[in-house]
């Protein structure tokens, strides 16, 4: 079991760009991936972007795809979102979770606090 702690939220006009960090403290496992998901005000939590921290593999999102890229520092156990064309429906409180193997948030075991997202003019 992990404790990641995610930073870089704020505000940001749209079209900008804002790049998210999460840093996690304690044992991860290499089989497992890393992920970011975003939960919108009244919303369920969605996912964005996965990586695995054996391969380095990705996948995201259509909503993001293109826009968003997923990178991390497994020496580090630091994962990080690049976050580029960004628009108003990518409003957000952004979540990193560590040691899961799916989309869905029900199988990631560490999650961090969240850090607000807010795209306006």
């Known amino acids: 079991q992990v404790q990641p702690v995610e930073s870089g939220g704020g505000l940001v006009q749209p079209g900008g760009s804002l790049r998210l960090s999460c840093v996690a403290s304690?044992?991860?496992?290499?089989?497992?991936?890393m992920a970011w998901f975003r939960q919108a005000p009244g919303k369920e939590r969605d996912f964005v972007a996965i990586?695995?921290?054996?391969?380095?593999?990705?996948d995201y999102a259509n909503s993001v795809k293109g826009r968003f890229t997923i990178s991390r520092d497994n020496a580090r156990n630091t994962v990080w979102l690049q976050m580029n064309s960004l628009k108003p429906e990518d409003t957000a409180v952004y979540y990193c979770?560590?040691?899961?193997?799916?989309?869905?948030?029900?199988?990631?075991?560490?999650w961090g606090p969240g850090t607000q997202v807010t795209v306006s003019s």
């Open positions: 979770a560590f040691d899961g193997w799916s989309r869905a948030t029900t199988d990631f075991d560490s």
């Open positions: 990586i695995s921290w054996y391969s380095g593999s990705t």
């Open positions: 304690g044992r991860t496992f290499r089989n497992y991936h």
